[in-house]
């Protein structure tokens, strides 16, 4: 079972999206580089430091239903954090490790 494994991150997200910051705790989903472009996958932000809008901040997070999407994942590849059909943010795996 790869439950325990944990996706470091840097994100951004763009002024204008969205009203708060994202804090811990944070859903939303995710549509990785390479990826079928109607599958999103969910995500939850399980370590975050978000301090403001347009700037890179280190974040750690997890698929919130699929544990086999980290064999997909790889050191470098960019997502598209998104709300809905609505793409809020940006993030790029640093690389997947275990928590």
Same mark, same amino acid.
């Given at each position: 079972?790869e439950?325990?494994?944990?996706i470091?991150s840097?994100?951004?997200f763009?002024?204008?999206?969205?009203?708060?910051l994202?804090?811990i705790?944070y #859903?939303p989903?995710a549509? +990785?580089?390479?990826?079928?472009?109607d !599958?999103?996958? &969910?995500?939850?932000?399980?370590d975050?430091s978000?301090?403001?809008?347009?700037?890179?901040?280190?974040?750690?997070?997890?698929?919130t239903?699929?544990d086999?999407h980290?064999?997909?994942? #790889?050191?470098g590849?960019? +997502?598209?954090?998104?709300e809905?059909r !609505?793409?809020? &943010?940006?993030g790029?795996?640093i690389?997947?490790?275990?928590?």
């Amino acid at each position: 079972m790869e439950d325990n494994k944990v996706i470091l991150s840097e994100v951004f997200f763009y002024s204008g999206k969205r009203r708060h910051l994202p804090v811990i705790g944070y #859903r939303p989903d995710a549509l +990785f580089e390479g990826q079928n472009p109607d !599958e999103y996958w &969910g995500i939850t932000f399980i370590d975050c430091s978000i301090a403001k809008f347009e700037t890179w901040s280190k974040a750690k997070i997890r698929f919130t239903f699929q544990d086999s999407h980290y064999d997909q994942v #790889r050191k470098g590849q960019m +997502f598209q954090i998104m709300e809905g059909r !609505e793409a809020v &943010g940006l993030g790029k795996v640093i690389r997947v490790v275990s928590n």
